[in-house]
């Protein structure tokens, strides 16, 4: 039996194709090992949003070539797409695939195979205009299923490659959605997480049918509990998208909404589509149609010509919006980028210390989100024991509002819908005590 080998590098856009690009190998009888083990074909699923990404993934890739020189090294993702011709030239790559196309793959394996010839299978995908349709019936995570609705990026901000990676936005046809999330409840799962590159663009390019549209079939399917989508620009979020945010119980209550800066000058450098007052104004619209959301945020630290007075305005924005977490990133050079070639870069001590400061507050933030839930009941979803003490008999799981909630139980009830009890909150989880078992 062929044995098979995974690497995945970056977002979870990636994490969902590598488990897409696994169930072809599985069609075909291959055996998954571990990428450290001996295989007969690696796949390393590259990024390319830093230029760190691309370093990490020429590391994985001449790893992979070092384990076994004789194995078909596949190299796919986003710095393939970008720099192909740079992937080619790593002596040891067999097949270079982009971010379209790869439901050929296994015949570029074969074709590999008999006539022992480097191949570039990456087109131009400025011209790409199909979603790539890669099914995924199930998920090496057995609580939380992704579900890709959408391809690519419209947007061109200033600090990022990931358009000309991905192409431009393509959205996945709603009948093809619907019919997976219907195969992901029928394999047991209760959560479907819908994801993309810009998932809240989704519908943009089709005829008469959007986003909203999108929730609303979705939470007709039987079977389904919740319905989470990873993230979405506050522009993107109209108002029937409050409305059913609003009306669906399948809706979490959790959205992650990117701010990247919390001053309009620096927006306005990023390009980014929103002013701090028209962002501020969307918060509290959800806020009134969804009690409780959890926001959380990324944000870049940092980005050319931020000065100490536009760091702090941001500062006071993000402790005024409360968060219930953010992600914060320093800026990062991307080379092909606007930003990359703006004058007054930070240098790296400031830029360190103005992260340290947001994720100080970010923490803050974080357990001030988690104490509001102290004696209120939460529907969780055990997914794992607790690593801090599986011998205790915990479980950890998600709350539709994202809170992590440890509470006592049995392994049999990962998986399912539970009602829990929030007895303490600390920092980073609350913990509870088993209310009911629902489903």
């Known amino acids: 039996m062929n044995r098979v080998a995974f690497h995945t590098l970056g977002c979870k856009v990636n994490f969902y194709e590598t488990e897409a690009m696994w169930n072809l190998f599985q069609q075909h009888d291959y055996e998954k090992v571990d990428f ?5 074909v690696y796949v390393i699923n590259t990024c390319t949003v830093t230029n760190t990404g691309d370093k990490k993934s020429r590391q994985v ?13 596949v190299v796919t993702g986003c710095y393939a797409q970008t720099s192909s011709a740079e992937v080619l030239k790593i002596p040891g790559v067999d097949i270079v695939i982009g971010t379209q196309g790869r439901e050929n793959l296994l015949q570029y394996v074969e074709e590999f195979r008999q006539q022992r010839k480097p191949i570039n299978a990456v087109s131009n995908i400025m011209k790409t205009k199909e979603f790539e349709e890669l099914d995924v019936p199930q998920f090496t995570d057995r609580t ?13 901000c200033t600090f990022c490659i990931i358009p000309w990676a991905r192409g431009l936005l393509r959205s996945r046809q709603p009948e093809r959605v619907i019919e997976q999330a219907q195969q992901l409840v029928a394999a047991g799962y209760k959560e479907i997480v819908l994801t993309g590159i810009h998932t809240g663009g989704y ?4 005829a008469d049918y959007s986003l909203a549209r999108l929730l609303r079939d979705l939470d ?30 399948k809706m979490c209550r959790h959205l992650h909404i990117p701010l990247q800066a919390g001053d309009d000058e620096v927006l306005k450098r990023m390009r980014r589509k929103y002013t701090l007052e028209e962002y501020r104004e969307k918060i509290h619209r959800i806020r009134e149609a969804l009690p409780g959301v959890a926001i959380t945020t990324d944000v870049i630290v940092g980005f050319p010509g931020e000065t100490e007075e536009q760091f702090n305005n941001g500062y ?5 919006i409360a968060y219930a977490e953010m992600h914060v990133f320093p800026y990062s050079k991307r080379n092909g980028t606007p930003a990359a070639r703006m004058p007054d870069q930070i240098p790296e001590e400031v830029k360190h210390e103005r992260v340290q400061r947001l994720i100080q507050l970010s923490n803050r933030l974080r357990a001030d989100y988690i104490a509001q839930w102290q004696g209120e009941v939460l529907e ?10 599986p011998e205790d008999g915990l479980l950890v799981g998600h709350a539709d509002n994202y809170v992590q909630v440890v509470f006592p139980g049995d392994e049999s009830l990962i998986g399912h819908l539970c009602r829990v009890k929030i007895e303490k909150a600390e920092e980073e989880h609350a913990i509870g005590n088993l209310a009911r078992i629902l489903v």
């Open 220 to 249: 007709q399917v039987e079977g389904l509990a919740r319905i989470r989508i990873s993230s979405i620009e506050a522009s993107q979020i109209d108002d029937e998208v409050i409305q059913i945010l609003h009306d669906s119980p």
């Open 61 to 73: 890739i001449r790893r992979a070539i070092r384990r076994n020189p004789d194995a078909v090294i």
């Open 36 to 40: 450290e083990e001996d295989a007969d």
């Open 144 to 156: 939380r299923a992704s579900l890709k609705i959408q391809e690519g990026c419209n947007n061109f």
């Open 316 to 320: 006071r924005f993000m402790e005024e």
């Open 203 to 206: 519908g943009e390019d089709l």
């Open 380 to 389: 969780v979803i055990p997914e794992r024991p607790w690593k801090e003490a």
